[in-house]
């Protein structure tokens, strides 16, 4: 999920992810934690929060708990061998209305836009000079102990349906899934999202590109296409 509970004032911290994770250090410096947001594109942490500040300390603490619950369930195997795969993601740019190459030209340099959506038009046009190069996106995989669990790096801001593909496609293995690893693109939704109505402004990859995502990840997994 976007691990936000508290934005919007200036103020550059780790949320209550760092929060529980530093507190989940300091029971072992042995052990260093590390934190991974998955295919978060689509998911918050609004649900669970009633926007006060107290609240914070408390998504931190349930987090906090099942990371130790996490750690106490952990079943140990060796991870030899380990075999690095990467998959080349190509993904086409949005080509309509304000995202056009000339829409997004001339939003660039209209000083009456505002400064959100002057950098939206420059994100766009860099993913369009990206996409014209023939630059791909990397998805990279690390597959241990010949398929016992894999550890796959989706790319930009991917729906988190993404994230349950991944671990479909590999059912008897342990499937961690990260998100975030290019940030390009904007938002990634399903299929089925553009198909209900989706209409972000951050998103600069074509509507349903969900194939290519999915061969993508099968390449990464080990998987034939």
Same mark, same amino acid.
């Given at each position: 999920?976007?691990?936000?509970?508290?934005?919007?004032?200036? +103020?550059?911290?780790?949320? !209550?992810?760092?929060?529980?994770?530093?507190?989940?250090?300091?029971?072992?410096?042995?052990?260093?934690? @590390?934190? !991974?947001?998955?295919?978060?594109?689509?998911?918050?942490?609004?649900?669970?929060?009633?926007?006060?500040?107290?609240?914070?300390?408390?998504?931190?603490?349930?987090?906090?708990?099942?990371?130790?619950?996490?750690? +106490?369930?952990?079943?140990?195997?060796?991870?030899?061998?380990?075999?690095?795969?990467?998959?080349?993601?190509?993904?086409?740019?949005?080509?309509?209305?304000?995202?056009?190459?000339?829409?997004?030209?001339?939003?660039?340099?209209?000083?009456?836009?505002?400064?959100?959506?002057?950098?939206?038009?420059? $994100?766009?046009?860099?993913?369009?000079?990206?996409?014209?190069?023939?630059?791909? @996106?990397?998805?990279?995989?690390?597959? !241990?102990?010949?398929?016992?669990?894999?550890?796959?790096?989706?790319?930009?801001?991917?729906?988190?349906?993404?994230?349950?593909?991944?671990?479909?496609?590999?059912?008897?293995?342990?499937? $961690?899934?990260?998100? !975030?690893?290019?940030?390009?693109?904007?938002?990634?939704?399903?299929?089925?999202?553009?198909?209900?109505?989706?209409?972000?402004?951050?998103?600069?990859?074509?509507?349903?590109?969900?194939?290519?995502?999915?061969?993508?990840?099968?390449?990464?997994?080990?998987?034939?296409?």
């Amino acid at each position: 999920m976007h691990p936000m509970s508290t934005y919007g004032g200036g +103020k550059v911290s780790a949320d !209550f992810p760092g929060i529980a994770r530093a507190r989940r250090q300091a029971d072992d410096s042995r052990v260093f934690q @590390i934190y !991974f947001t998955g295919c978060a594109g689509d998911v918050t942490a609004g649900k669970y929060h009633d926007h006060t500040p107290a609240h914070r300390q408390t998504m931190a603490d349930r987090l906090y708990d099942a990371m130790l619950a996490a750690w +106490k369930d952990t079943q140990r195997k060796p991870l030899d061998p380990i075999v690095f795969r990467n998959a080349e993601l190509r993904l086409p740019p949005r080509d309509m209305g304000e995202f056009t190459l000339e829409a997004m030209q001339r939003q660039l340099v209209d000083p009456k836009l505002s400064r959100w959506q002057r950098i939206s038009a420059a $994100l766009g046009l860099s993913w369009r000079k990206r996409v014209a190069a023939d630059q791909p @996106i990397d998805v990279p995989c690390l597959d !241990f102990a010949a398929g016992q669990a894999y550890f796959v790096v989706m790319p930009a801001e991917s729906f988190v349906s993404y994230q349950l593909l991944a671990q479909r496609l590999r059912p008897e293995s342990f499937v $961690l899934v990260s998100g !975030f690893g290019d940030g390009a693109p904007g938002y990634i939704p399903t299929d089925q999202c553009w198909a209900d109505g989706y209409n972000d402004m951050y998103c600069w990859a074509a509507p349903k590109v969900e194939k290519q995502m999915t061969a993508a990840l099968r390449q990464a997994l080990g998987l034939r296409n």
